[in-house]
Each structure stands twice: as C-alpha cells, then as structure tokens.
C-alpha cells in the first residue's frame, strides 16, 4: 500500500512537471517531437533513480560524522554536494556508456548532459532527503518521479506534433500556444489531486 | 570552523571525482573519428535529407563509417563531392542529378470543393479524400513548398510549380506531398507530361479538363520518347535520343498534356491571372 502511493503520487498526483513545475526546461526544449521526447524521458528515467538512490545514500549516511570526537553536520551543504555527485555521476556513467554499450549510448547520449544539472532530479533528491526516505523508497520514488516527468514530456509531445499542422493566430505561433497547452495539461492533473 | 569544514569536504570531493573521472576517461577510452568532422564542414549544410539521413551531421558520420560514398548527396556540386572524396581518401561515387516536377494542371482543368480547413495538403487530403475532384492531382495548398530548404517551389493560383533552376533534387517535397503528383526526374530534362491520374479517358475528362487522355497518339508519333504506364502518357527519362520541343509541336497532344517547364509555368501564370491565391 505505501508503495501504490508512493508510485501513483510521484506518476500522477505531484507529476513533476505538471504539479510540481520542475524540469521546465526539458520540456519544453526536447518535446517537438516524440522521438526525441522518448529518448528523453528514457534518459531522465535512468538519471533520475540513480540520483535518487546514491544521494539518499548520501543523505541518510554521510552527511554527520565524528572527526576526533567532535560531531561535524554537514545539512548546509546538501544542495551543493548533491549538485557535485550528480553532475559527476552522470559524467562518469556516459564515459561509460560509450565504451561498454555504444547502441544505449547513441539512444540516450546526448540528453544525458542535458539533465545533470537538471531541477528535477535535484529536486528528487531534495524531496527524498527531506522527507527522510530510506534508500529503497528514495530509488522508487525517483523512478517513478522519473516515469511521471517521461508522461508528461510524450503527452506534450504529441501534442504538439498535432499542432504543428494547425493553424493558430499569427501571435501564438510556436512557443506561445506550447506553453497555453502546457498549462492547459498542467490543469487537467489537478483533477488527480487529493488522489493520496 | 562551519567555513573550513565546507571548504574541506567540498575540496576533497571535488579533487576525488574529478581524479575518479580523470581516470575514468583515460580507462574507457574511445577512438572518435574526427574524419566525420571533416566531410561535414565540406557537405553543403543544407540538413535537407535527401540522402535518406537524418541531416548532413548523421550523413558525415556514415561517410566516415564508410557505409556511403560522397555522391549519395544529391544536392551536392561535383567539386564538393570531389573534395570530400579526396579528403577522406575515399572514392567519390557518383548519383545522376535529379529534380522535382509537380505533374499535374489542376488549375486549368479540375473543379475545387470549398474546403476551408487546416490550410495543409496532408491535413486535407484526410477530409473525404481532398477538395479536388482529381484524386490524384496537386492540392494546391503548399506543404511541399513549405518543406523545400531551398525555396525552389511557388504556388502559382491552385498548384504547385517547381522552379527547376532552384531545385537541388533532395526529394522533400516528393516524400510530404500526399498525392504522389511530384515526381523525381532527371535533372537534364526539361519537358514532361503533366498529368498524374491513371484513371480511363472517360472517368478523367468529367473530372479535369487537363488530363491525359490516354489516346496514344504521342507514343505513336515519337516513338520512344513517350511511353505509357498504364493509360497514362510519361517521358521516357532514359531515351538515348531525348524529346524536344520540336517533338511537342509534331505530337500536338490534344489537351496540351506535354510542355516545357518555362511554359508550364507561364501557363499557369495566365490561369492564375497574374495574381497569387
């Protein structure tokens, strides 16, 4: 049950594009078309539970320790470590990539130093640490956070495949009627609200 | 003390991943071929796809990976191809020139339904088939002029007319254009037969007063130079001895089906009465 409403709230109800407005930038950026948009939403999925999984480690583990007897916390600089292993992570995963599994690499490659740095996957690492989650539901929490972010992103996608051969006004050509039908999307998830 | 704590940890993290990536990348090493970034500065640039690759980036790559040979850019000049040729040692190859040549006169021939939908030839070709009564002919509505990188493509009244001293033969415009009426030629010929529908005389003459009629007398006067698919009258592309336009005043075809582009051109000019739809 705890973990129905873990993946449901993070899918749905606080979709992190559509709820919670983070990883804006992705979404708009890479949504033009669905083929992109999956290749994206596949890297987020994988970025975004590896990120999950190591900095709640981090949190949970490393963050207050003794140094000859005295108690160093280190909660002040959470954002700025998570940003460091993150960026680092994500660096040493694709050098991997490109050596051991070329074809993964050609499919996810190029959006994956598009997100290190992304809000979204701070943001679930953030939200993991401060509701104080063990490693185990911080990892589901962000895949499914990461599913959620994939959702919306090939929802929009198609969308605006399909708008592409409308017609709008002159004035909402192009990036404006994209943002009337993001928040449009946006408003359709809150009927999922109060969901869990 | 918070101050040289940060400073510490932030430090040392930042000198292990960096000495961790460091040693990361020498140990995965890949060899990058840096030839593909050399035939891609040489390519036109043009990421119009006529190679059937996803823009000249991808077309460099596979020029590199030695999967294509330089000629199998369409739009590319001889001495482009030679000098990527010569700069990544490879043999040049060669593809014949081609362009596009929208065969149809739906604008002195067919009947238009009122259609005022999405202003789109793919969109509308959706809506009980098109607005025109020829299910074959141009649209008219300009998707393939739209899609043309090098602007060689003018909506001249109701059809589409494609100006071959622009056209780089890169076939855009054939794969969108939902009727199949843009046929891909070779790029020395200048006279077609601008008719795409294979339905019989009858069927085609209630519909548009411009199609061929199928009655064979083209074929019969300038043997091997016209042939027929079907019943519907085309140049033969490959004839060893080319049509000319003495040929089209000998044939005298009786719908004025087969025209030089220049006249094509002008001919729809006058129909549209000099002014653009």
């Known amino acids: 049950m705890k973990y129905l409403e873990l993946t449901v709230g993070a899918v749905l109800v606080y979709n992190f594009v559509l709820s919670r407005f983070l990883g804006i930038c992705p979404f708009l950026g890479v949504s033009k078309r669905l083929s992109t948009a999956m290749g994206m939403s596949g890297a987020v999925i994988f970025v975004m539970a590896l990120a999950s999984c190591i900095t709640s480690a981090i949190s949970n ?49 190029i959006y994956l130093p598009l997100i290190t740095t992304n809000c979204a996957v701070l943001g679930a690492a953030t939200i993991n640490a401060e509701s104080g989650r063990s490693v185990l539901d911080s990892t589901i929490f962000g895949a499914f956070s990461g599913v959620g972010f994939a959702l919306a992103l ?17 004035a909402f050509e192009g990036t404006p009627i994209a943002l009337v039908t993001a928040g449009i999307l946006a408003m359709a998830f809150t009927g999922f609200a109060g969901l869990c | 003390m918070t101050l040289y704590t940060a400073l510490i940890v932030m430090g040392l993290l930042g000198l292990t991943l960096g000495a961790i990536i460091g040693v990361f990348v020498k140990l995965f090493k890949v060899e990058q071929d840096n030839r593909a970034e050399l035939a891609l500065e040489l390519l036109p640039g043009a990421n119009c796809g006529g190679c059937g690759k996803a823009g000249c980036a991808d077309f460099a790559r596979a020029l590199a990976a030695g999967e294509v040979m330089p000629g199998n850019c369409p739009v590319s000049s001889l001495e482009q191809r030679a000098a990527i040729a010569l700069a990544l040692e490879i043999d040049a190859g060669s593809v014949a020139r081609k362009q596009a040549v929208v065969c149809c006169r739906a604008d002195i021939g067919a009947e238009e339904m009122n259609y005022n939908g999405i202003q789109d030839c793919n969109a509308a070709n959706l809506v009980a088939g098109g607005p025109t009564t020829c299910r074959y002919g141009c649209l008219g509505l300009g998707s393939c002029a ?88 085309v140049v033969d592309y490959d004839a060893t001895d080319a049509i000319t336009p003495a040929d089209i005043e000998k044939c005298n075809c009786p719908v004025h089906g087969i025209m030089t582009e220049k006249e094509r051109c002008a001919v729809a000019r006058e129909a549209a009465g000099g002014k653009r739809v």
Do not use: W
Not at chain 1, 154 to 170: D, T, V, Y
């Open chain 1, 61 to 109: 583990y490393l963050l207050e320790f003794t140094v000859a007897g005295t108690v160093v916390k280190l909660d002040f600089l959470r954002i700025l470590l998570f940003i460091l292993v993150i960026a680092a992570l994500v660096q040493l995963l694709e050098i991997m990539m490109q050596k051991l599994t070329p074809a993964l690499y050609r499919a996810l490659g």
């Open chain 2, 146 to 233: 739209r899609v043309c990188p090098f602007g060689a493509i003018e909506i001249i009244g109701r059809v589409a007319v494609v100006h071959p001293e622009l056209c780089t033969g890169c076939g855009q415009c054939a794969r969108i254009c939902p009727r199949n009426v843009i046929k891909m030629v070779p790029a020395n010929a200048n006279i077609h037969v601008y008719c795409n529908s294979p339905e019989k005389a009858a069927v085609k003459r209630s519909l548009c007063k411009a199609g061929c009629l199928g009655c064979r007398k083209c074929e019969k006067l300038l043997p091997g130079k016209i042939k027929f698919d079907g019943l519907l009258a």
């Open chain 1, 154 to 170: 090939l929802l929009f996608s198609s969308i605006r495949e399909k708008l592409e051969l409308a017609a709008p006004p002159k």
